[in-house]
């Protein structure tokens, strides 16, 4: 475990899924700047809590708190981190959850006592409108907002727009290459085009929430993966769709498969984009069709035919294979024998090397100056 050290206090997290302090500690500048001058406020709200340092140090304050993260990764390093705090010294009993901290994945619920806000910023401005208008919606203009993130991926539009449309605005010094903004909700915010969609390979709209990937447009690595699948033979039997988002590829299946006699595994970290697969998948049919809001494979029984995978290569703003790893690690153990991996890459990952780790036969089946689809048997 790592520790860390703050003029509030010390914390001891894990990442989830643990990777070496070396390579990623399980929290940033960010978390430090709210623990350190963001007012925590009796009854907080947390939102986007990647590994547990706010909801742990809320906790340790005796705060009775909220945290909400869309990430199943998230989920499970807030539980764990708060599982792992010492013994209590006066009856060795271990700290309890209990009703004092309120953990959700679902959509946001805030409760009607929550005097502040803590916000992990995100990547998309549209999560941070749709939450802020969430808190108007559910507590009413007032509430005070403590958002923080590297400053690097907070642009100067959206200060803009934060100090235009909120009362109280005050946004602190650069700290450690963090940013701290505070500001009260205001009911001037401007309404939000929540679900947004475009049209998928059956002609018909596939939409989501704001946070899932590519809500709006078909992303260029799925458009190329979907091109090819239609030059291979009909898919049979169970189908997993790993990292599913708004269900694209699932629905490409159903589409480029006429008998639709498929059985579809749906998996992603998301719990929003889980949530937007199973309403487009719903809105076309009754189909075989499960859902599973995990780290990549985790808790999927196989064997299955065939895994389709368009893996993401970003741990928030952090460029990383490790998920894909994990997915193609997890595949080798869920495919039968004569099953088969297909995977969508930009070329410029080389994903080649970890694929051979896990399966004996890799296939290019198509490439071009982005990316590449390599088709992987034999797992070992």
């Known amino acids: 475990m790592a520790h860390l050290s703050t003029a509030k206090g010390d914390l001891t ?57 869309d990430s199943y990764c998230s989920m499970q390093a807030i539980r764990q981190n708060l599982a792992k705090l010492p013994t209590n010294q006066t009856d060795g009993s271990k700290f309890d959850i209990g009703p004092d901290i309120k953990l959700d994945n679902g959509l946001p619920a805030l409760p009607a006592t929550t005097d502040s806000l803590w916000i992990q910023c995100p990547k998309s401005f549209d ?26 991926h907070i642009p100067v539009k959206w200060l803009k727009w934060l100090e235009q449309h909120n009362d109280n605005y005050q946004q602190h010094p650069i700290q450690k290459k963090a940013r701290l903004i505070q500001f009260e909700i205001s009911d001037r915010l401007p309404l939000l085009k929540r679900e947004k969609s475009y049209i998928g390979p059956d002609e018909n709209p596939i ?35 790993l990292g599913c988002g708004n269900g694209l590829l699932s629905i490409a299946c159903l589409q480029l498969n006429p008998d639709k006699n498929l059985e579809l595994l749906l998996c992603d970290d998301s719990s929003l984009a889980l949530k937007a697969a199973k309403e487009n998948i719903d ?3 009754n189909f075989n069709a499960h859902y599973y809001h995990t780290d990549a494979l985790l808790n999927v029984s196989g064997p299955v035919d065939t895994i389709l995978c368009n893996p993401p290569f970003h741990t928030g703003n952090r460029i990383s ?34 694929l051979k780790k896990d399966f004996a036969n890799i296939t290019t089946l198509a490439s071009d100056s982005k990316f590449v689809i390599y088709r992987c048997t034999n797992p070992k």
Not at 16 to 34: G, N, T
Not at 328 to 354: D, E, M, T, W
């Open 13 to 69: 997290l894990n990442c989830y899924p643990k990777v070496s302090s070396s390579i990623q500690q399980p929290w940033d500048a960010a978390d430090i700047y709210l623990i350190e001058h963001a007012e925590l406020g009796l009854s907080p709200a947390i939102i986007n809590d990647q590994w547990g340092a706010l909801t742990v140090f809320a906790f340790l304050q005796g705060r009775s708190s909220y945290s909400w993260s």
């Open 127 to 152: 999560q941070l409108h749709w939450w802020l208008l969430l808190a108007l919606e559910q507590l009413g203009p007032g509430i005070k907002v403590s958002l923080a993130g590297m400053a690097k």
């Open 207 to 241: 939409s989501a929430l704001p946070g899932v990937f590519s809500r709006d447009h078909m992303d260029i690595g799925s458009r190329f993966f979907i091109q090819h699948l239609s030059q291979q033979p009909s898919l049979k039997g169970k189908v997993v769709d």
């Open 283 to 285: 809105l076309r049919g």
């Open 321 to 354: 294979t490790a998920a894909a790893e994990r997915m193609f690690k997890q595949g080798r153990k869920i495919l039968n024998s004569q099953g088969q991996l297909l995977v969508v890459a930009n070329r410029h990952l080389g994903y080649k090397p970890l």
